[in-house]
Every structure is written in C-alpha cells, then in structure tokens.
C-alpha cells in the first residue's frame, strides 16, 4: 500500500523559510513525477511545483524563485524549501506522485501558516 507522509510545515513569521517533506513508502513501480500542491482556506487546491522522473522542474508563477523543488531517489523523498514566504503562502500544503503506471497517490497534507 502507498503511502506518502508530509512533514516540515508550521509557524512563520512573513520572510521566513521552511523545508517540507514528502516520504513516500509502498512504491510498486518508479516514480513517473513528484508534485507538491496547496489549498488555502476557502479556496481549491492549487499547483504548486513538480518535478520528473529526469529532473526537469515545472513551478507555479506565484512561487517562482521563492520555492524550490528537489528530491532524493534513494530515499524515496521529495522536498520543497519554501522561502521569503508571504501570508498568502498560508496553505495545507500536499504532495502528489504519479507512478509510471499513471497512478496517483497523495499525501494528508502539512500546515504551513504565515503569520506574524
């Protein structure tokens, strides 16, 4: 069974940075792509940034240049340092593989709130 655990989400005070996490367990085939996702309160959940099988990354407008996607194949780990955040960062932010079959799975999601 697949499982993806996000971690790394909390407080911050407007300017600050976090890292979060995306472990990923139960993994049957490769890793097609990994993304990372958020929903703000009241509103959808929205793209965040993505990264695939051969290192390529894609990012949101919004998050371009703040946000950085990486990960550790190993591992099995997917990371977003996310920096200079704004209050409208404030989100449940999730993560989302695709295998090379075409399944997704998600994670619940980490809390990240900017505040000051």
């Known amino acids: 069974q697949v499982q993806l655990v996000e971690s790394g989400g909390g407080l911050v005070q407007p300017g600050g940075s976090l890292r979060l996490s995306c472990a990923a367990s139960?993994?049957?085939?490769?890793?097609?792509?990994i993304g990372w996702y958020r929903q703000a309160p009241g509103k959808e959940r929205e793209f965040v940034c993505r990264?695939?099988?051969?290192?390529?990354?894609v990012y949101a407008d919004s998050v371009k240049g703040r946000f950085t996607i990486s990960r550790d194949t190993v591992k099995k780990t997917a990371y977003l340092q996310v920096n200079s955040l704004k209050p409208e960062d404030t989100a449940v932010y999730y993560c989302?593989?695709?295998?090379?079959?075409?399944?997704?799975?998600w994670g619940k999601g980490t809390l990240v709130t900017v505040s000051s």
């Open positions: 139960g993994m049957t085939f490769s890793i097609n792509s």
């Open positions: 989302k593989i695709i295998d090379g079959k075409g399944m997704e799975f």
């Open positions: 990264i695939f099988y051969d290192g390529r990354t």
